[in-house]
């Protein structure tokens, strides 16, 4: 996963990847709702792990 942090380092116009109206990276709020539906998904699945296990 790759994080776009809307930073201009100040290079030049075509190898800037920092920015927000580049193509490189999502934005930090996708990434946050990414990383949460992860770590939920992780949490329900270990969750049933006991279940699956006894069968």
Same mark, same amino acid.
């Given at each position: 996963?790759?994080?776009?942090?809307?930073?201009? $380092?100040?290079?030049? #116009?075509?190898? =800037?990847?920092?920015? !927000?109206?580049?193509k490189?990276?999502?934005?930090?709020?996708? $990434?946050?709702?990414? #990383?949460?539906? =992860?770590?939920?998904? !992780?949490?329900?699945?270990?969750?049933?792990?006991?279940?699956?296990?006894?069968?």
């Amino acid at each position: 996963m790759r994080v776009n942090p809307d930073v201009d $380092a100040g290079t030049h #116009a075509k190898i =800037t990847t920092g920015r !927000a109206d580049t193509k490189f990276g999502m934005s930090q709020r996708s $990434a946050m709702m990414l #990383a949460r539906r =992860t770590a939920l998904q !992780a949490l329900l699945w270990s969750l049933s792990a006991p279940s699956r296990l006894s069968a």
